[in-house]
């Protein structure tokens, strides 16, 4: 009963120092996700996958890379760190993109990132 | 484009009385509409969504929305708090089309006193 699964769930950063966020989801989705957390702000979407094989930018994709590696797994990656990237991440997936029926989304249970 | 406004950033209730989290949105497509909970250190749970259907939507732990296109509020209540409730709740906005364009409202924190 995973559901999606995300790793590592604390990491410390010094600035400039590259990372990635790991995440998996074990129920078929097509779509993946990858959001942050601010105080105050919501949640602010970085990139999501609509499919295996493609990525696309969401509202805040600079400073952040990602690859979806196959159906199951979608990473993260910091290039080279920076204190504004200090938040807690959430991985996410759901049936299908395009679903006119406003697909529920999954949350992995968030990585919080400090960088210093 | 579209927004979603939650209008208090926390509210404090009493165990056993009712719960009313206010939400409101502003859309350009017809909306899909959900409420998730974010218990501490935890992620998100959907609590329930509204997609066109029944504008009256019961969700999870006897939570419900109504959608108010009048109004356009979506505004979720419970008629009696439990210790549990007490979260963060994130009011979300999607176009019809595209989950990749929901938008969250900032959250509310419900405190519920014994």
């Known amino acids: 009963n995973a559901g999606v699964t995300q790793t590592p769930k604390f990491q410390v950063l010094k600035t400039g120092q590259s990372m990635t966020l790991q995440c998996a989801q074990d129920m078929n989705h097509n779509s993946m996700y990858w959001y942050r957390q601010d105080p105050g702000m919501g949640l602010r979407l970085i990139y999501y996958s609509a499919s295996e094989g493609t990525t696309d930018k969401g509202e805040v994709p600079n400073g952040y890379n990602v690859s979806r590696l196959n159906k199951r797994e979608f990473s993260l990656r910091l290039e080279s760190a920076a204190p504004s990237q200090t938040s807690v991440y959430f991985c996410?997936?759901?049936?299908?993109?395009?679903?006119?029926?406003?697909?529920?989304?999954?949350f992995g249970e968030g990585s919080w990132l400090t960088v210093v | 484009a579209q927004s979603v406004t939650q209008l208090d950033s926390h509210v404090s209730v009493s165990e056993g009385t009712p719960v009313l989290l206010r939400c409101n949105y502003s859309s350009s497509y017809s909306p899909s509409l959900f409420w998730y909970v974010q218990h501490p250190n935890k992620g998100l749970q959907l609590l329930l969504k509204?997609?066109?259907?029944?504008?009256l939507v019961k969700g999870i732990n006897g939570f419900e929305a109504e959608f108010k296109k009048s109004e356009t509020s979506f505004h979720l209540t419970k008629p009696s708090a439990h210790m549990s409730d007490a979260a963060e709740y994130f009011c979300v906005v999607s176009a019809s089309s595209n989950n990749n364009d929901m938008r969250f409202g900032a959250g509310t924190r419900l405190t519920v006193k014994p």
């Open positions: 509204y997609t066109s259907a029944a504008t």
């Open positions: 996410a997936s759901s049936d299908s993109l395009g679903s006119l029926a406003g697909n529920t989304i999954y």
